[in-house]
């Protein structure tokens, strides 16, 4: 089998080739940034150096492949986030169109069966009917809230023990693993189904920003607290923290929209992942804080 993958550097794409090339899997990845996949070449993994926004390179790597999955990166200083992700959708459409058989896992979001007012999500919307329209053998994947997105918070929890957001602390979110992701997207590329499917993804439990930020610090040996701020000033330090104004702006409608995305379940199947919270944060967050801690020294 021959399972072409993109942002193999990232959260989920990395994890993801590993899986398929544990399996044995036929893996191929494009990488804008070949000096970076090293060590899945080592393992056998084909490299295509270039971006997934570039059709001609999308067709060089789906060129003989069963399935393709297929993520939309944040581009965190982009001037303009969602014309880019409404190009980078059109780049992958027109493959898809060009090559019927194909089966496509796209990485979709919690929040993605709105048009609108969802921030970033809006992208992956636009992506979603895109993909449907162009392939007849369409998965879209829609997890809820990230564990990983706590990394975001490191320099404020180095410097203040606090992580801001305007979101109230007590709000919950099943927090899911991006490991716990990337073995769900392996499952539905190793054994494609036909057709259109949505199927959501969450978390084995539920739990507020606050015992988030509470869990957090336990694992660091450090007081860690949610602070509740005001959207503008969220997007000010987002902007200061060389995040694009364009981009702040969208992350912080997101949150604002997070009553509307949290909880409400479309798909058809819901896949329910794994890694808890304590578990994330003892395993994967505390070495990740430590190295930051080390690096800022």
Excluded: C
Excluded at 6 to 14: D, E, L
Excluded at 19 to 34: G, M, N, S
Excluded at 79 to 93: C, F, Q, T
Excluded at 223 to 247: F, I, Y
């Amino acid at each position: 089998m021959k399972i072409a993958v993109t942002t193999p550097t990232g959260h989920i794409g990395s994890k993801l080739a590993n899986i398929l090339l544990d399996r044995k899997v036929d893996v191929t990845v494009i990488a804008r940034h070949p000096e970076k996949v090293k060590s899945l070449a080592g393992r056998g993994a084909k490299v295509i150096a270039g971006e997934h926004s570039d059709p001609a390179i999308v067709e060089q790597a789906v060129r003989g492949a069963d399935a393709l999955f297929w993520l939309t990166p944040a581009e965190l200083t982009s001037r303009d986030p969602l014309g880019e992700a409404r190009r980078m959708a059109d780049a992958g459409a027109s493959v898809i169109r060009k090559n019927p058989d194909l089966h496509v896992v796209q990485l979709s979001s919690a929040g993605a069966f709105l048009p609108s007012g969802t921030g970033p999500i809006v992208g992956l919307h636009d992506t979603e009917e895109k993909f449907r329209a162009a392939g007849k053998n369409i998965v879209s994947l829609r997890p809820s809230e990230f564990m990983e997105n706590v990394f975001f918070s490191v320099p404020s929890i180095i410097q203040q023990g606090s992580i801001y957001t305007s979101i109230p602390g007590s709000v919950k979110a099943p927090l899911i693993a991006t490991q716990d992701i990337a073995e769900i997207a392996a499952e539905f590329l190793l054994k494609p189904l036909d057709g259109h499917h949505i199927i959501d993804i969450v978390g084995p439990q539920e739990i507020s920003f606050d015992e988030e930020a509470r869990i957090a610090g336990q694992a660091i040996g450090k007081s860690v607290r949610v602070v509740t701020v005001p959207g503008d000033q969220l997007k000010a330090a987002m902007k200061h923290g060389g995040m694009s104004a364009e981009m702040a702006a969208l992350l912080v409608e997101m949150e604002e929209a997070f009553p509307k995305i949290q909880g409400k379940l479309h798909g058809e199947q819901k896949r329910t992942g794994k890694v808890t919270f304590p578990q994330f944060a003892r395993e994967v967050f505390a070495p990740g804080y430590k190295k930051a801690v080390a690096a800022a020294a």
